[in-house]
């Protein structure tokens, strides 16, 4: 699924660089940023194309299989 990720916390933004380096995310942004605003209006405009959207869906997709609650549980359920 294309993003468009606003960091709030420091704990995050390993995260947010390692999507943005992925090319699942445009670029990370900071909540403190004086042009945060404009910022989020340009990755949404860019994300209306479908072409740049597809591609950031396809890197994401590689970075997240959706399956992660079902190996958790999975694993606690062997726990017993």
Do not use: W
């Amino acid at each position: 699924t294309a993003m468009v990720a606003v960091l709030t916390g420091e704990d995050q933004r390993y995260n947010l660089e390692g999507y943005s380096e992925a090319e699942a995310l445009l670029r990370p942004l900071r909540f403190d940023s004086d042009h945060l605003h404009s910022t989020v209006a340009q990755d949404v405009a860019t994300l209306l194309d479908s072409h740049a959207r597809s591609r950031q869906t396809k890197a994401a997709a590689r970075l997240v299989d959706g399956r992660g609650a079902s190996r958790v549980a999975s694993a606690i359920l062997c726990l017993k």
